[in-house]
């Protein structure tokens, strides 16, 4: 369990140390602000017509009498909503990383020289192209894989009492595991860690992985506070990077090595 508290408090010092480097700071939001605008128009839409939606796709529902008719498709409305925020909430972070590679590549590489003992940061060979390529591609990958969980979650959240309590704590641990891969991915990535490997490792510590990224789900989920919260989510994501590999300069337990960490059962 000392892991749940070390992995928040990477979470925690990576807004300190964005604090500190306030201008690194201001150019870290304008990914995420963008990203908000475009995802805040997306759920708008999905609000003003999500029942016109719903309506077209249930057309056995049109002759049902009141008020069963309703109801379904209020709760089929509201469902659909839900589903639209989670992956928002799950995506969100992917497409602000994608949008600002070139701002929180360089967050990260500074983060990294400044804990490193000799000053120094791992710096991708890889050109600029090529690295917008491998991370939409892995960010799809991941997607897919959070997609799967959230179809799970959603099915099981028709489960009497269990959908009403478990299920959202679960869904809360499933959402931290998929957001701490993807900011770890922005070092990890730097070092020619690969998808797998990058899952294989955060399987290994999941404590840590949900000390870190389970508060910040819960945080993203309040408007705005992503936007605010993703430069300092880069930094200590970077840190918990170098605790994962053992790398000198990390406050924490060592990890496993990166080429043989621990292959549990956990989301991903």
Do not use: C
């Not at 070390?6 to 963008?34: D, E, M, N, S």
Request: aromatic content about 12%; cysteine-free; glycine content about 12%.
């Amino acid at each position: 369990m000392r892991d749940l508290g070390v992995g928040f408090g990477y979470l925690l010092k990576g807004q300190r140390w964005v604090a500190r480097h306030g201008r690194r700071y201001g150019f870290g939001l304008l990914p995420g602000l963008i990203t908000l605008v475009l995802y805040a128009a997306a759920l708008v839409a999905l609000a003003v017509w999500g029942e016109d939606a719903v309506t077209w796709a249930t057309p056995f529902a049109d002759d049902w009498a009141d008020p069963w008719q309703g109801l379904f498709r209020g709760l089929l409305t509201a469902v659909l909503f839900a589903l639209g925020l989670l992956l928002a909430v799950l995506t969100f972070t992917a497409v602000t990383l994608l949008v600002g590679q070139p701002f929180y590549e360089n967050l990260s590489e500074r983060v990294d020289a400044d804990v490193s003992p000799d000053g120094t940061a791992p710096r991708s060979p890889l050109p600029l192209w090529r690295e917008l390529w491998v991370s939409a591609r892995d960010s799809l990958r991941v997607l897919v894989r959070a997609a799967l969980w959230g179809v799970l979650l959603f099915a099981l959240g028709f489960v009497p009492f269990v959908g009403q309590t478990v299920v959202p704590v679960l869904g809360f641990f499933v959402t931290g595991f998929f957001l701490t891969e993807e900011l770890v991915a922005v070092a990890l990535q730097r070092r020619g860690v690969d998808l797998r490997a990058r899952l294989a490792l955060l399987r290994s510590r999941k404590t840590l992985v949900w000390g870190f990224g389970t508060p910040l789900g819960l945080a993203f989920l309040v408007p705005f506070v992503a936007v605010f919260l993703m430069p300092g989510a880069v930094a200590g994501a970077t840190l918990l990077a170098r605790d994962l590999l053992g790398e000198d300069g990390a406050v924490g337990t060592s990890a496993a090595p990166a080429g043989r960490p621990d292959r549990e059962d956990v989301p991903g």
